[in-house]
């Protein structure tokens, strides 16, 4: 079953620079395997090194609309010692500067999911819920590209990096953004102390289907790289 939240805020004539970056994500944790992952893409340049936070033993964050990239990292900390989610969040966005200009998501390793929406999110803003993912926008082109997220993501086979690039393509499929991507990134981790895969399209003109083309390069190489991190005399 989803849930689907929609809000939207109206055109006030125009958006100021910094106000005008959309972005559109999916947070989620996979059944099977337990590894957590986000996808992201938004019109601004390096996206990945600002809005998705990823521990695989805890919990996986993206934070977006005017984005405070300290949320993720904090969300992770309170959540690892101990705080249910729902305060985890409360609490942080307690401590967050002008908490309403923010948009977070997060699906932890328990499978819990909580969301929050500022005040003042810009524009078409909406979230979907699937089992174990959630996916958020802000300024999107309609309300229906998350749920089309959370749709193809629940509905494509095989790894979790794989799913969550469905999830992208078919969030720009639905429309996505009122303006050109720019960058995207992919981040999956598990049990281990690094990401089992983070992957970043910092400035293009397709960054969906550039990131697509590097999860292709990386999975020809992914095994070989997690040997070397965990066994390096096996390879």
């Known amino acids: 079953?989803?849930?689907?939240?929609?809000?939207?805020?109206?055109?006030?004539?125009?958006?100021?620079?910094?106000?005008?970056?959309?972005?559109?994500?999916?947070?989620?944790?996979?059944?099977?395997?337990?590894h957590l992952g986000v996808a992201v893409a938004t019109?601004?340049?390096?996206?990945?090194?600002?809005?998705?936070a990823i521990d695989g033993k805890v919990a996986v964050v993206a934070t977006q609309n005017r984005t405070d990239p300290s949320i993720?990292?904090?969300?992770?900390?309170?959540?690892?010692?101990?705080?249910?989610?729902g305060a985890a969040l409360d609490a942080v966005i307690a401590g967050t500067v002008s908490p309403e200009w923010r948009q977070v998501a997060a699906v932890t390793a328990g499978g819990e999911i909580v969301t929050f929406h500022g005040a003042r999110c810009s524009?078409?803003?909406?979230?979907?819920?699937?089992?174990?993912?959630?996916?958020?926008?802000?300024?999107?082109?309609?309300t229906g590209?998350?749920?089309?997220?959370?749709?193809?993501?629940?509905?494509?086979?095989?790894?979790?990096?794989?799913?969550?690039?469905?999830?992208?393509?078919?969030?720009?499929?639905?429309?996505?953004?009122?303006?050109?991507?720019?960058?995207?990134?992919?981040?999956?981790?598990?049990?281990?102390?690094?990401?089992?895969?983070?992957?970043?399209?910092?400035a293009a003109e397709d960054p969906i289907g550039k990131l697509e083309a590097l999860l292709a390069e990386w999975d020809s190489v992914a095994p070989t790289v997690h040997h070397w991190a965990v066994d390096p005399g096996s390879v």
Do not use: Q
């Open 1 to 34: 079953m989803r849930l689907l939240l929609t809000s939207f805020v109206p055109y006030a004539g125009r958006y100021s620079r910094l106000e005008s970056k959309m972005t559109f994500s999916l947070v989620a944790r996979c059944t099977r395997t337990g």
């Open 43 to 52: 019109s601004s340049v390096a996206v990945g090194g600002r809005s998705a």
């Open 72 to 85: 993720g990292p904090r969300l992770i900390a309170a959540l690892a010692a101990g705080t249910a989610a």
């Open 123 to 142: 524009g078409i803003h909406a979230e979907a819920r699937g089992v174990d993912c959630a996916a958020v926008g802000n300024i999107l082109a309609n």
């Open 145 to 202: 590209v998350p749920s089309a997220m959370v749709a193809a993501f629940e509905s494509a086979d095989g790894p979790l990096e794989h799913r969550l690039v469905a999830a992208l393509k078919a969030g720009d499929a639905a429309g996505g953004e009122l303006k050109p991507l720019r960058s995207a990134a992919l981040r999956v981790a598990g049990a281990e102390p690094f990401p089992w895969c983070d992957l970043r399209v910092d």
